[in-house]
């Protein structure tokens, strides 16, 4: 079995990435947010992290928000390369463990990505190994090399920032600095310029229709959108970062694609025989499963599920209410069905106000709210 580690030469200047966030959270959050928005980061300088999650957006690409019937994956520095996945929120994402087995729920749970690819096992740190996929994606932003993204922090105007969060040999050896560079990134995404906490369900401000919708939706869709106070003590998060195939369509616009096998096709193809996980061998039992998301600023990310199917949020409700009662498209992958949804017997006007709820987990807008960092 290969050994996983955290990646050793990080850790001997950084402790923890907890560590870090406690010592310097100002500085390193602001250099993540210089460089989330940096198209120098992909090859032909035109996308940054910001492209595919902006801001404006709830952390998601405003080309998908704009035309959900019609673009459901982002398209690549290129100009022409499209992914296979709808991009999900950056927002509120750093709370996720390292992907593991719960022996609890019997199901695996924590990791980033909607398979769970970016583990944690290498820097303790799902988030940040999140960060170090697209630039180095083909069909993403397209970088050569760890080598040219550390280039780019060279020659930045924010290199003196780099050297003081992570010392003044921070970009002498590549390995490290991609790690550091990644680190800041989940330390932006993990800040309250992105976590604003800052809805009217925050405000507790909620009328007749979407108190009882939240009552519906802890008595119907809490066993994976958790309603429980976050860690130390945040506000929900609305998931429990567990993997569920709840028998989505396949969207016609990804036809290409072949079928997505999710977290059960990660963990066959890549650590069939070198997971450090204890768990459900069989990776099998794992196709077609893929990472409950958080339902914060749900109203205002579509489109919805990781094939991007479903283009309006009540649409979605009505799915995980008769999927196995409606008349709705076989799913994609026909195994492993979630059986705690697709007969809910959630009449229209339930679904109506468990969507009237959904809406008030948008943030406002602004600088405004309560914000916390994860420290």
Known sequence: MKVWTKTAMVFAVLGTAGMVYAAQPSKMERLGKMMFMDN?????????????????MGFVDPANVLDPENSVVSLGDDGTSTGDRNSPTAAYCGYSPNLQWDEVKGTYVGGMFWDGRATGWTLNDPLAEQAQGPPLNPVEMDMPSKEAVVDVIRNARY???????????????????YDYFA????AFERSSMVQKYSSRFDAADLNDQERNGYVLFKANCSRCHSSDPGPDGTPPLFTDYSYHNIGLPANPLLADKGTDLGLGGFLEKDYASESPIIGDANYADQYGKFKVPTLRNVAITPPYGHNGYFADLRDMVSFHNSRDTGDWPVPEVTDNLDTEVGNMGLSDQEVDDIVAFLNTLTDRRGNGGRGRTMR
């Open 40 to 56: 120098n980061f992909s090859r032909n300088a035109t996308q940054s992290c910001n492209t595919c999650h902006d801001r404006r």
């Open 159 to 177: 290199v003196g920032l780099f050297y003081q969060v992570f010392g003044p040999d921070a970009l002498d050896d590549v390995d490290r600095a």
């Open 183 to 186: 680190l800041a990134l989940a």
